[in-house]
């Protein structure tokens, strides 16, 4: 009986949604894509690392194949271990992330999303948990832009409400006193119906049945048993209590 009824929980977790985590793991100034720094100028080898968390940022893309839930999550401020199984020092810049789709039109950011999300851990140095989350909602088959930048360095586009990602940053991230430029973060997409296939319920009503069968069988054997008259030992039986062929 228990494995029949470990059978029921394999057979419910068949329509359970996996999600699908895409992990980015770099550093701002060997990675960034993003490296203007004003009118006519470009980050390089002889700014300082505050020049880039400043002003740079590093863009990387995702696919969406059906339509998901997607949330974006960071490790690299307070340390941990990201969906791909690495471990993540702590001691990385104060992130900001921002989500865009494949046109650079703005979706979202972490302006207005979570600090130290579920999970994060804070750092041992500084005391703080200045991880974050982005809650991209549901997003649509497609290919879309993902940012990392140092806090507060926002895209044009999010700042003044209208432009693209090719507009550029707007300058404002800062790197505090013990911070260096690794980053990490994961995005991790799921279904955006996860409910069971419609073969489970079948399924799971199937085994429930057989359940019930089994036991109503074993009872009605038990009942039938005990029913039957006992035999004291050294009587012989009866030929009505003889087992033939088709007797139970």
């Known amino acids: 009986m228990k494995t029949l009824y470990l059978y029921i929980f394999a057979i419910i977790g068949l329509g359970s949604a996996q999600a699908e985590t895409i992990s980015f793991v770099g550093n701002l100034r060997n990675d960034a894509n993003v490296i203007s720094c004003g009118s006519g100028c470009t ?11 400043q002003w740079a940022a590093v863009v ?3 696919t969406v194949s059906t339509a998901s839930s997607m949330e974006a999550v960071t490790f690299s401020y307070g340390g941990g271990v990201n969906g791909a199984g690495t471990n993540i020092a702590q001691g990385g810049f104060a ?10 039109d703005f979706l979202a950011s972490t302006l207005l999303g979570t600090t130290c999300p579920a999970g994060a851990h804070t750092n041992t140095s500084s005391l703080q948990c200045y ?6 909602g549901t997003l649509a088959p497609g290919n879309y832009q993902i940012a990392i930048s140092a806090f507060e360095n926002m895209s044009f586009a999010e700042n003044l409400g209208t432009g693209t990602l ?7 991230g800062n790197l505090a006193g013990g911070e260096d ?16 296939e419609p073969s489970v319920g079948w399924l799971l009503g199937g085994v429930v049945l057989a359940v019930v069968g089994i036991r109503r069988v074993w009872m009605r054997r038990v009942h039938v048993r005990d029913a039957a008259p006992r035999v004291s030992k050294g009587t012989p039986c009866s030929p009505a209590l003889q087992n033939t062929p088709g007797s139970f």
């Open 166 to 172: 090719a507009d550029g940053f707007t300058g404002l």
């Open 43 to 53: 980050l390089g080898a002889s700014n300082t690392d505050g020049d880039y968390a």
């Open 95 to 104: 992130p900001y992330l921002s989500l865009f789709d494949s046109s650079g």
């Open 131 to 136: 991880d974050v989350s982005l809650d991209g």
């Open 181 to 196: 430029l690794h980053y990490a973060f994961d995005v991790v997409l799921g279904s955006a119906s996860p409910v069971p």
């Open 60 to 62: 990387d893309g995702f």
